[in-house]
Each structure stands twice: as C-alpha cells, then as structure tokens.
C-alpha cells in the first residue's frame, strides 16, 4: 500500500464519480484482511503502529468513496478544484428561492407536527438531490466540468442540511 496513492487507486478504481458498489465493497474486505490490526499481534510494536495506521487510512478511504458527496468532493481535489464550501456561498437565484420555500415548509410542517408534510417534504427533496447526483455525475465524467461540479456540489450540501433537519423535526415528532 502506497502511502501516496489517493482513494481510487488504493481500491484499485478508476478516478470517476460512477463507481461499482460491489466492486468497492469487494476490495474494501479484501484490504481489511490485508491491513487488519489483528493479523499483527504478534508484530513488533511498531509493525502493529503502522497496520493500524494503514487500516485508519483504508477505512477512510472506503468511506470518502462509498458516500457520494465525499467523493465528489476528493475527485474535485485530485483536479485541483476546491469546492470552497466554507466560501463561496453564491448559488443561483432560483435554486435559493427554492430552498427558502423548502425551508418555510419545513418551519410549517415542524410546527404544526405534520408527519405526511414532512414525509411529502422529504420526497421532493429527495428527488431533487437524484437530479442533482445525476447532473454532478455528468459535470465529473464525461463533462470534466470542474467549477461547474463544485457549484453542483455546493448544492447538494445545502439539500444534505435541509434533510439533516427534516431527520430532526421527525425525531422531535417522534419523541
């Protein structure tokens, strides 16, 4: 295991978006027995330091490529892009109205402890995040749109709140 290798090509993957879930999964547990701390008991102790160390950086990278979001996000920095989420907050108009009517509705449904409303809410924008995967997708493979993808990206970060938020009031509901 090179330590310089990035996410893909630990797992043997080409640098997309699309990936293979099996294929990931496959290689993820053919790693964890290569690397598995248990496999070093009996190993020096710096032998058993860096099996840990490699299995830390498996599982990370196995989580990095298995979450769409954050592989979006590591495909952006391998082409030196940074999504600047933390920055660059401009997103266009429509999609910001859109957000805000989300958000209303989601402040009304809460409020009125509307579980079918918050049901109904969270299939839209469930919906909404399919598109806009499948438009990231595109901006990533075949388009190599790079500024385009971290825009996209930057949205579906805002869909992950919101969801993040609706998965709360549910709970509030709930409890």
Avoid: C
Avoid at 67 to 72: E, G, S
């Amino acid at each position: 295991m090179n330590p310089t290798q990035n996410h893909f090509e630990l797992f043997g993957l080409p640098p997309q978006f699309a990936i293979d879930a099996a294929a990931l999964q496959t290689r993820y547990r053919e790693l964890q027995r290569e690397v598995h701390p248990d496999r070093f008991a009996s190993a020096s102790q710096a032998e058993r330091r860096a099996s840990m160390q490699r299995a830390t950086r498996v599982n990370e990278a196995y989580q990095t490529l298995k979450a769409p979001l954050k592989r979006a996000e590591h495909l952006l920095q391998l082409h030196g892009v940074d999504p600047q989420f933390e920055t660059n907050t401009s997103m266009p108009p429509e999609f910001l109205a859109g957000q805000l009517e989300l958000r209303e509705a989601l402040e009304e449904a809460a409020g009125a402890n509307d579980a079918h409303r918050l049901e109904r809410l969270a299939a839209q924008l469930a919906g909404e995040r399919d598109a806009l995967l499948e438009r990231l997708g595109g901006q990533l493979d075949s388009q190599k749109a790079w500024p385009a993808a971290a825009a996209t990206l930057r949205q579906l970060m805002f869909l992950e709140r919101l969801r993040g938020d609706i998965g709360d009031a549910e709970e509030r509901m709930e409890g």
